[in-house]
């Protein structure tokens, strides 16, 4: 029902309401739940209150009413005769036997004077503050004592919920308390129309509440517990109907045959990994194993694989990549940057030699001639592998056959991009597809971005890599930095200087870069050390000349922007050093830790920051210097960044978008909605059973439909 049909809101509040809140019926008012909760369920006493508490509710008798007029003169006290309109603030001293506390007021000075009369008693409610050494409320609400707000404040009055609000709202007289109002009566006009979106059995088998007792309790609690289990409710529904879209998608796929069949290992693998310069570990021979199951199944695989920074996921792609190669198909390897995948090529090339497979690099900046000769090779077939940035996403790069395509990616690469390339192949079947994050993302977030995905987990560095030791230095340390680069060059190995780069038209970050590359040149004088620049200002041929200086050991200090962030392996460097490392977000700081300790030597990485640090950055810092656990570091920036950050999140990549559930704090709730929707499907993977109707209704709902990223041109 609209709005406009609920008593006391009319058309010009409904229009208001539309517009401020996208709220048009009187559903869409009961959906919007409270932020948070006034409790008016007990009183504090005076003498208990703290600035740091939220709404505080006080009983308490007037003592005596004081009247300051402009520049704190004091006035008449007992106001005859005042002229309200000069007066510019009320204080008035109450008591409620444990303590005496102020109320301030600087509006409605006048009504207020005519009722809070001394010797009267009221219930005064409002979030304490501090005024100098005292604590105070300003403008509390005032209510007259009756018995029956007595008695409700004595015997589980009920809280009351606090909603979004705007200024032109508030305006419109659209108040909190006329909000608890129009809930009140949404309540009683159409609860009884919202129909249980759960079945009794999910309901029973995982303890919820009602969707009923959800809705009424959300805005008008019981009392906590009954909150508690109405958020958890609601909380769950939402991520079980958002985990039960995606398994199903898994499941059907699963059962279906259309994936390309790749029986056998082929060729160009074995003789690749016979000439391995290096034993894989354990953890590399299980995934592979895990994507040669699947590629053989007939099924379309579509297989997250997870690995920390260092893990080795490169050779586990390319030894996919072989596979399919080995059963005749092409494959193909999308990296999130430039330098990254050029850096994938070469190492590519290298493994690729005794197998004689050909593989070519389609970046942004290929020459036209090339790229020319790149489609070429695609289309007819002669290049089995292509490697390349987003570039090979575009229209004119059409596979003969597509076999299998990795995105080694970073978590900012979104579902739809994966969704192109299931397209790319002219066979008319979907390729397999292998997604690599090279950053650990938090499990829950992991989870709903790619939860129609079946998980590998690389959970081993390959041998021999020593922990990095992080530390924290600022300014003064400079020197002694400076000497540690020096020792630990004169040792033969190299160091890395990073310079964030927020902004890759920001002149400022510019600026200190090169001021730092001038002050590392001066202190580090040619020819007794050698430093290469790199930042994206170069053009590709300088940049790539650089780097490779950098990576064949002729230039013993890289200066670099955060472009090396993704990916740039160089063993021998031993040291990372980080400038203005407060500036760096902590998934981006460990990716950039990552680079070192990637050798046999012992490492460091040194986080150089100003003295001013937000709580956050500190935090950050901190964090860094307590573990190497990229796991760790994840779900702890995701607490720390919070559902606000998530928003941005959900809009570039979450394939539903989340009313009360957050990813960042309900990963117990989304864990047992998970489980519970995949038990649901194990049993009736088309919810075809009677007690699932109610399942696949709901699951058609628009909120609900979560792309089918296969169909998406
Ligand atoms: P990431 O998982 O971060 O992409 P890489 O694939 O870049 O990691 O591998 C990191 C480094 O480890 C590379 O130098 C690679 O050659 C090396 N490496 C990979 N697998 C092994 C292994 N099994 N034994 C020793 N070194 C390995
Ligand atoms: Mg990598």
Redesign the pocket.
Known sequence: MEIQFLPGVGPKRAALLQKELNISTIEDLLRLYPFRYIDKSSFTRICDARPDMAYIQIRAKVLRVDLYGAGQQTMAQSGEGVKFNTVKRMSVWVTDGYGEMEMVFFKGIKWMHEKLKPGLEFIFFGKPTVFGTKINIVHPEVDTLTAEKLQMAGAGARMTGVYPSTEKLKNAGITGKVMNKMVDAALNKALGDFEESLPEYVLRQCGLVPLHFAIRNIHFPQDAAALEKAKYRLKFEELFYLQLSLLKQKYIRSRADNGIMMPKVGEAFNKCYESL?????GA?KCVITEIRNDLKSGHQMNRLLQ?????????VALLSALIAIGNGYQACIMAPTEVLAQQHFK?IQKLLAPTGVRAALLTGSSKTAERREVHQGIEDGSICILVGTHALLEDNVVFRNLGLAII?EQHRFGVEQRSRLWNKSSVGVPPHVLV?T?TPIPRTLAMTLYGDLDVSV?DEL??GRKPVQTIHATEGKRPALYNFMREQIALGRQVFVVYPLINETEKLDYQSLEAGAEDIMNKFPFPDYKTAVVHGKQQNDVKQFNMDAFVAGRANILVATSVIEV?V?V?NASVMVIESAERFGLSQLHQLR?RVG?GSEKSYCVLMTGHKMSKESKRRIELMCATENGFELADEDMKMRGPGDLEGTQQSGLPISLNIASLAKDGLILNAARDCADSILKADPTLHDDKNQLLRKELRKDKYQVKDYSKIS
């Open positions: 310069p290096f034993p894989l570990t590399q690995g920390d920074v260092g893990s080795g996921k490169t050779m190492n080694d690599m090279a690389i390959p041998p990916g392996d063993p990552g990637r």
